[in-house]
């Protein structure tokens, strides 16, 4: 009985290293927004956008594009998007005291110069990312994340430059600055420094491939700042295309269970042996 219990152990440790693990440290909560739910190239779990019918305008226009400096299979992560003519937030629920980092997730397919989408971004009404323009960074239909990172102690939210009463929910704010609207392609909260986030491809990404006369940055950057703006409406960022699901690998899913069956059948082998 003692061998079979100490079986049955391994196994639900190794599921639970399998659905709960990710990365270098531990995914609090991931949303693709705009999108259903994926799982990613590093074993993320994204559930599907909880604004779907709520607030704001989800789009699958990026799906016209390869995004570049990311794999085929998360393609679909910055092809999604979600948009709103005025302010918009998610709340992510923060279990416990702690280092964290909130990773944004974006890719600029409708507008080809720099200048045309331009919006903020706040954690619980602190400004952390000030006048985002996607295409200056990083030019069109190509990968750019923003890492912010965070710390929970003594109910208080503690950012770069300044510290706020923290009641567990982190509240992620995407402003509108007047210049378009804002959006975001997919966002999650990991349990650990900026060290422990997986980085994107690097790319060559040369003035051709966006066919324009800019000059553009590859980069990550935390932003911080104290600021905070208003609001307006103004236009949408593209219409919808034809689901984006209809072609992803669905294979990713078995693999947890296929690593839970390899280690199985061999213990249930040498069990039947003694």
Request: one cysteine or more; a negative charge.
């Amino acid at each position: 009985m003692d061998v079979f219990r100490c079986v049955i152990i391994f196994i639900l440790c190794i599921f639970d290293a399998t659905f709960t693990s990710y990365a270098a440290g531990e995914v609090i909560d991931a949303i693709n927004a705009g999108g259903r739910a994926h799982i990613d190239d590093f074993g993320v779990h994204y559930r599907e956008d909880p604004l779907e019918g709520v607030i704001g305008i989800s789009s699958d226009y990026g799906k016209r594009f390869i995004i570049e400096r990311v794999s085929p299979s998360d393609q679909i992560l910055y092809q999604t998007e979600r948009y709103h003519t005025k302010s918009f937030e998610y709340e992510i629920t923060i279990p416990e005291e702690g280092d964290y980092v909130l990773v944004l997730k974006f890719s600029e397919v409708y507008f080809n110069a720099p200048g045309q989408k331009v919006f903020d971004v706040a954690l619980n009404d602190k400004v952390v990312i000030k006048h985002l323009d996607i295409f200056s960074l990083v030019g069109h239909g190509v990968a750019h994340d923003e890492y912010v990172p965070f710390r929970v102690q003594n109910s208080m939210l503690y950012l770069k430059s300044s510290s706020i009463h923290f009641n567990g929910k982190l509240k992620v704010r995407f402003i509108h600055i007047g210049i378009d609207n804002p959006k975001v392609n997919a966002l999650y909260v990991l349990r650990g420094t900026v060290e422990d986030v997986p980085r994107l491809n690097d790319a060559d990404i040369s003035v051709e491939k966006r066919s324009d006369n800019i000059e553009t940055v590859i980069e990550e950057v935390d932003h911080f700042s104290d600021d905070t703006l208003g609001s307006s409406e103004k236009y949408a960022s593209g219409p919808k295309l034809q689901d984006p699901y209809a072609q992803q690998d669905q294979s990713q899913y078995l693999l947890p269970f296929l690593v839970i069956l390899a280690c199985f059948f061999p213990i249930l082998y040498c069990l039947c042996q003694m």
